[in-house]
């Protein structure tokens, strides 16, 4: 067996040659393997088992890059459809799963707020907050809500709202225990982050995922 000095000898050059991964490839593999059989000692040559063996195990190493170009190919490909998938979408309203949403300047296209409920539940309240996680309003008392989407109209907080990024909450009241509640904000795409799959809708981001519907 080759002493390993020798080996990382021989095999500096591939190594300085590559792309600086620490991963060992075909080149540094077949580069060591070479080197074991060149420097064997004559008088006792390296055993015909254990040869078969590095061949095997250099064989594994071609079956495991080429899963891993497989892979890295497939993740291309979805990428690419992720890429088609957000940029058709702008322009679009989409419904999406989220409690934040931007109030436009005067005649924008204000959002429409709505929440889902696992099953009946009574309503404790509905906080709305701005950009800076401050209280705004509070809508107390909302009562019994049936379960599925219920919408919820910005006119019912009462308040004049400037433009801005705000967040509503929505609390189920002791009593309904195992009711789930997501909220849902329905918004026109305005743009798109490609490479992390982020949607713009207006100045608050929401990721690709998070999409449930598309409305038009």
């Known amino acids: 067996m080759i002493p390993v000095d020798v080996i990382q000898a021989n095999a500096a050059p591939t190594a300085a040659s590559g792309t600086g991964s620490s991963e060992l490839g075909r ?17 006792n040559p390296q055993d015909g088992t254990e040869f078969t063996a590095q061949l095997a195990q250099f064989s594994s190493l071609e079956q495991l890059l080429g899963m891993r170009e497989s892979i890295d190919a497939l993740a291309a490909v979805q ?13 679009k309203k989409v419904l999406v799963e989220g409690n ?19 099953q009946p539940a009574d309503i404790a309240k509905i906080t709305l907050l701005n950009e800076q996680g401050s209280t ?3 809508l107390s008392g909302v009562g019994q809500k049936e379960a599925g989407t219920n919408t ?3 006119a019912d907080f009462g308040v004049s709202l400037s433009p801005g990024i705000y967040e509503f909450r929505v609390e189920v009241a002791d009593g309904s225990e ?5 909220e849902h904000v329905e918004s ?19 990721r690709l995922e998070d999409v449930k519907e598309v409305r038009e």
């Open 136 to 138: 705004v309003t509070t």
């Open 27 to 43: 080149e540094d593999f077949l580069t060591m393997l070479v080197a074991q059989l060149e420097n064997q000692d004559p008088l």
């Open 152 to 154: 919820l109209d910005l």
């Open 79 to 91: 990428t690419q459809a992720q890429t088609l998938g957000a940029v058709s979408l702008i322009g």
């Open 188 to 206: 026109r795409v305005t743009g798109t982050a490609i490479q992390q799959g982020t949607l713009y809708l207006g100045g608050v981001s929401t």
């Open 178 to 182: 195992g009711a789930f509640v997501r």
């Open 100 to 118: 934040r949403f931007e109030i436009p300047a005067a005649g924008g296209e204000l959002p429409n707020l709505s929440f889902e409920l696992s």
